[in-house]
């Protein structure tokens, strides 16, 4: 199937980190948290094409990734404490990928597409909200990781 149709028939909007995405659900269900209350749970589709990117971000909250079709996705992440880089390969287990993968909250977040496309969706808990949401090229104070062990990927920012 081309991405193109998958946008059309998902109603797909650009996402601000990069690829195509949408909300399709957000929980009713109210939740306490140290940021104030938040829905319990939110879920979007999620698309990237060939060649593009999800740059690396971070959220407040944990992080869901399920695998829903066409190319394994490569998701990367990165935990500054410790300064621990982990590749993903979000995708089928037939073809040695995971269908499903957590990235705890705290912890840098990128990812990228190398065939035609690859649909995911992302459920976050408590629910995503933009305010615990950063892109790492906005906090120039951890820019010293991309000299370090991030180097490889500063094409991600």
Known sequence: MD???IVDE???????EGGWYR????????VETARGPRSALTTI??????????RWHVIDADEVWHFYGGAPLELLT????????QAHRLGPSAAGGEPVCVVPAGVWQAARCHENYSLVGCSVGPGFEYSGFALV????ELSHHFRETLQTYRDLL
Not at 137 to 140: I, L
């Open 3 to 5: 991405w193109k149709r």
């Open 10 to 16: 998902l109603a797909l909007e650009p996402h601000p």
């Open 23 to 30: 909300e399709v659900y957000r929980s009713p269900t109210r």
């Open 45 to 54: 589709y999620y698309l990237l094409q060939a060649g593009q990117l999800s």
């Open 78 to 85: 990165y935990a500054p404490l410790e300064s621990r880089l």
């Open 137 to 140: 090229a906005s906090m120039p």
